[in-house]
């Protein structure tokens, strides 16, 4: 097991009618491993995320999480389709954060943070607020933990989010383009929580983001989406000062010129 | 709208129906329209409790349940919405006991009224949840939830907030429907005004007290359901 990559996507293809959104992809993810993933709008990045949440399937190839496959369970020497105890299994390895935060309005930020914990772990209500508690705390909201979400800025309310997703204790954790819906003053505030989150925890990440700067400080390898196939990947240093690819470069390019 | 115009209208409507009732043309009525009004009320909670539950499982089994199920729900929605609370009334009461199945005149009576309510509730019902965005649901499923505990802990409750304005109407509806009753033998207040009526001809008295009767009845609906609302908006953390 432990030559196993933390994620494997093998020959990954996700059509959307007649568009191919991923196309044939293979990636390795290894365990406590931080990858940038970037790429266009309509790349696959998200695709890629929402596929090993298990939000959406996948219409061929397999994908693997600590070995185990996703997409497919074996009985008896057989391959079946998932059922949804497969599913659930193995979504409770993964934690997600959503572009638009998606946190539950009619709860309070503990709320948010106890809710599943209590339901799907089975954790009592004292453990779940103290281990909700302790991750406000990280994200700096303790002070917060009674506020609905309506009363949280988005730099707060994705905070918020990224302490519930850990609560469920997720040995990987997808960040889809989580600052794409914040007001620019609040970015720098989510992602110094998600550095930390690097710095201080055992956890494999994948994050989805547009911020270069942040790919290039905090990613241990940055791999670019293009047309749902990785145009190229490489250590972050490498990858913005000595990109291989044409198409990195005028991306980068691009990027660089909307500043 | 806030609940201050309600509770000064109501409050009015209260005063209108004490100042006549102290009147000698209208003192006599009182009595036989307050019994009357009682069974109107009995009639009007026991249906909405009934219209609540059916609503919630046939809109519910309408979104989530397997195909029969689903089935089933639409034909209840589809039969009750599309034939009159009085034909139903009415097959229920005196159809009924021909294939030997006799019930009582008020269990017929929330039957009929509640299922035919639940009915259209159950169309608000279902417009509400589907009203609540798909990234509830999969912020649910990303915490690994159930989809049942997804329905029951995040999409209702949010859903809620929406189905109240709805359920005011329905129920103000249910009320004026009990009228109906009348028809099948249930001394409503109605059925009580008109009784009073042919043996008095004093229709002036009687259908004033008795519309000053409904419009109280009906304001109170419509502030417990304003409340309701504010407290759901509160819960949401919103301002009502």
Same mark, same amino acid.
């Given at each position: 097991m432990m030559q196993d990559p933390m994620v494997r996507f093998q020959n990954v293809t996700k059509r959307h009618g007649s568009h191919i @959104? @991923?196309?044939g992809l293979n990636l390795d993810v290894a365990r406590n491993e931080k990858v940038a993933i970037i790429g266009a709008? =309509?790349? =696959?990045k998200t695709s890629l995320l929402r596929m090993l949440m298990a939000l959406d399937p996948v219409d061929s190839g397999e994908i693997f999480i600590e070995g185990e496959p996703l997409t497919h369970m074996e009985r008896q020497g057989k391959r079946l389709p998932p059922d949804m105890a497969h599913i659930r299994r193995m979504r409770g390895k993964v934690g997600m954060v959503f572009q638009s935060f998606?946190?539950?309005?009619? +709860? $309070?930020a503990m709320g948010n943070c106890i809710e599943a914990p209590m339901?799907? +772990? =089975? +954790?009592t209500r004292a453990a779940a607020i103290e281990r909700a508690t302790e991750l406000l705390e990280m994200v700096g909201l303790a002070s917060r933990k009674d506020y609905y979400p309506s009363q949280l800025s988005g730099g707060q309310q994705q905070r918020v989010a990224i302490a519930r997703a850990l609560a469920m204790r997720p040995k990987v954790m997808l960040f889809d383009e @989580? $600052?794409?819906? +914040?007001d620019p003053e609040t970015v720098g505030e989510v992602l110094t929580v998600i550095r930390r989150l690097g710095e201080e925890h055992d956890l494999t990440m994948m994050v989805v983001t547009h911020q270069m700067g942040f790919a290039r400080e905090f990613a241990d390898r940055v791999c670019f989406l293009h047309q749902g196939r990785i145009c190229e990947e490489a250590p972050a240093r490498d990858f913005f000062?000595?990109?291989?690819n044409e198409r990195t470069r005028a991306f980068l390019r691009a990027v660089l010129e909307a500043g | 709208m806030g609940v201050t115009p309600l509770a000064i209208m109501l409050g009015l409507t209260a005063a209108a129906l004490w100042w006549l009732a102290g009147h000698e043309d209208y003192r006599p009525f009182m009595p036989g329209l307050v019994e009357g009004a009682a069974v109107t009320m009995r009639i009007t909670v026991a249906g909405a409790i009934l219209a609540v539950a059916a609503a919630l499982t046939a809109g519910l089994a309408r979104l989530y349940a397997p195909a029969p199920l689903r089935w089933l729900a639409v034909t209840y929605v589809e039969l009750f919405r599309g034939t009159s609370a009085l034909v139903q009334l009415f097959w229920l009461f005196f159809v009924l006991p021909q294939f030997g199945v006799t019930i009582d005149a008020f269990t017929v009576a929330v039957l009929a009224l509640g299922l035919n309510v639940g009915a259209y509730g159950a169309e608000v019902v279902r417009g509400a949840v589907l009203a609540v965005p798909l990234h509830q649901w999969e912020a649910g499923l990303a915490l690994n939830l159930s989809r049942r505990q997804i329905v029951a802990r995040i999409i209702l409750p949010q859903a809620v907030v929406a189905m109240i304005p709805p359920w005011g109407n329905l129920f103000i509806e249910l009320l004026k429907g009990t009228s109906l009753v009348s028809l099948i033998t249930l001394a409503d207040l109605t059925f009580r005004a008109q009784q009073m009526n042919q043996t008095t001809m004093q229709t002036g008295p009687i259908f004033t007290l008795v519309l000053l009767g409904y419009l109280f009845m009906s304001l109170t609906i419509t502030i417990g359901m304003r409340l309701m609302e504010r407290r759901a908006i509160r819960g949401l953390g919103r301002r009502a």
């Open positions: @959104v @991923v196309d709008s =309509g790349s =696959g998606n946190l539950f309005p009619h +709860l $309070t339901r799907v +772990l =089975g +954790l @989580v $600052t794409s819906a +914040l000062h000595n990109p291989q | -």
